[in-house]
Structures are given as structure tokens and as C-alpha cells.
């Protein structure tokens, strides 16, 4: 188990470390100074305040004040977490296609930063881990595609290491990559990379297949995949069988027309004051 604590980082070091967790699958707490937007189903806005920013694995998005128990603003379960830092501040973006919303969130000043590698959810059980998706597919290659013949596992590359090489059922070289998370582009360009370091060893004119095999991907990764002729097989590691695609369908109404935990009328979120909550 690992865990990161930055205080008083600069936003570059928070940059750095935001992106690796968010590559981890970490949870992500980001505690300073900042404004957020909402653009989607309405739009919103809240001033200047210190507030708590946490990141789950599973994409969702939650913006925390000193008051109650509910987020002044989130993006539910499926959304894709991106990190930059521009016009001197660091600026983390959450979002998703269905419906089209957009979630930034602009800090002046973070105070804290913490990635933590969270076990204990309600699926533990149900959570695998990369070398039992190899287990899985090493005894049954018909996961990854009927005629699939693993040939070696931890090839070197000048890539690095492959998971798994193989063959399809023509003989084409075919490389797989593992992931036991809901991954993003990173884990795409590289796959690429690996079929890249096979194209430099066989030659450009023989095939060569890529594989990523993992519960989902983000929107981003699949265009990613699609656009370098890359392919996807969706299995979650604990059962070896393709994912039931649940929680992405999860609907969440916006802040600006959900009712707080509290029983209050509906709070428009633009109705707080610069430094109300901090």
C-alpha cells in the first residue's frame, strides 16, 4: 500500500503527482484555495474559498466545504479526471459525454495533497488484480479471442516488458496488455508502443496485433485505440468474465437542481459568497 502527502506543494509538484495517482487508480484528496465551474445541464459558479476536492477511481467528483454532509458540486461515477496547470493555476477537470458536462475546478493555492491507494469498498471481494487477469487468460486464451495462442509472458521489448505475447489463430504476432482498473490513455499509447518495439523487431511489413485487456476505458483511451487500429476486450480480473456495466449508467442530477442532504429547498450553487466557506 502506498500513499502520498504533499503540503504547501507548488502546482507543478501537484501536477506530477495528480497525474501518476490518477494513472494508479488512487484516491485523491486536494485540499486549497479555488473556484469551480459547472458547464452542462446548467451552469454554475462559486467564488474564491478553500475547499476539499476528492478524486475517485471510479471517476467520481466530489467538492466539499465546512458545511453538511453533501458536495457543494460533483460529477458522478464514469467521468474522466484530467490535470494542467495554466495561467498560474493548477486547474482539474472532471467530465463526461452523457450527458455533455464539464466540472473545473481552479486552485490559487493547495494547501494539501493526498493520493491514497483505498482498499475496502463494497466489491473487495470482487476486485482482482493483474496477474489473476494473466491467470485467467492463460488458461482459457479464448477470453482475449477464439484461436489465441499465448507464447511467452514478461517478453522483453525495447519497450519494456509485454504481459503477454502471442499468436492469433493466422500465426499474426499479437501483444497484450493488462490492466486491472478502468484506464485512460496512458495505458493506450502504451500498447502502442509495445506493437511499435515488435514493428522495429520483425520488420513493418509483417502484422502485428495489440490487445487491451481491462474492465473499461475511458472515452479518450478507445479513441486512442480506434485511431491507432488497437483493440480493446473488456474482463474484470476477479472473474475473468466481461463486466457488467453498471455503475457507469448511474445517473446523478446536478447540484444546481438536487435537494441537500439536509431537506432543504434546492441550493443554486452560484449563491455562495467569495470566501463564504473558508
Known sequence: MHTTTLHRPTHRETLWELEAAIERGDLITVFGRCTVDYDGRATSTLGPGNRLVILKPDGSTLVHTDEKRTPVNWQPPGCEHHASVRDGRLRVRGTRTTPDETLDIHFEQVHQFSALDVTGGRDLDLYGS????REHILDDPSLVESGFTPLETERESTAGPMDIYGEDAEGVPMVVELKRRRVGPSAASQLQRYVEALHREFGDSVA?????????????????????????????PATGEPPEATEASEEVEPP????????????????ETDGSDG
Open 208 to 236: 502485428v496485433r495489440g490487445v487491451l485487456v481491462a474492465p473499461s476505458v475511458t472515452d479518450r483511451a478507445a479513441d486512442l485505440l480506434k485511431e491507432n487500429g488497437l483493440e480493446f476486450v473488456a474482463l474484470d
Open 130 to 133: 493483474e496477474e489473476d487477469l
Open 256 to 271: 444546481e437542481a438536487s435537494e441537500d442532504a439536509d431537506g432543504d429547498e434546492p441550493k443554486e450553487a452560484d449563491s
